[in-house]
């Protein structure tokens, strides 16, 4: 499937930079400053995206969800987390009620 290659291409990408001289690879940059700096970007472009979403503009919809998935695949590659277990997490989503699932998390310990 070319939108799982294009992931692996990604992450493939995001991997080799990170040993690469912050000073010359955003990527390396924003490992280098740590979590809070990666998030910080994730939510930043969290709110761009939603603000394009109300313009209703086609395009920066598009670049702005980019961008959010961009550095959502810079988190996981973060954390050691591949993004086929997002992928993963999703198939065994799929078919299930969505309100359904929603509860299933929300069931905390009996007191």
Avoid: W
């Avoid at 390396?28 to 209703?56: F, N, R, W, Y």
């Amino acid at each position: 499937m070319a939108d799982r290659d294009l992931l692996e291409r990604l992450e493939a990408t995001l991997a080799a930079r990170l040993g690469a001289d912050p000073s010359s690879s955003y990527v390396a940059s924003l490992h280098a400053k740590g979590q809070d700096q990666i998030l910080k970007k994730v939510a930043e472009e969290a709110v761009e995206t939603v603000i394009a979403s109300k313009s209703g503009d086609r395009g920066s919809i598009v670049h702005e969800t980019a961008d959010l998935l961009f550095h959502c695949l810079v988190m996981l590659s973060f954390h050691g987390i591949p993004f086929a277990e997002v992928l993963a997490e999703l198939e065994r989503r799929e078919g299930r009620s969505g309100l359904d699932e929603k509860a299933s998390r929300n069931k905390g310990p009996e007191k």
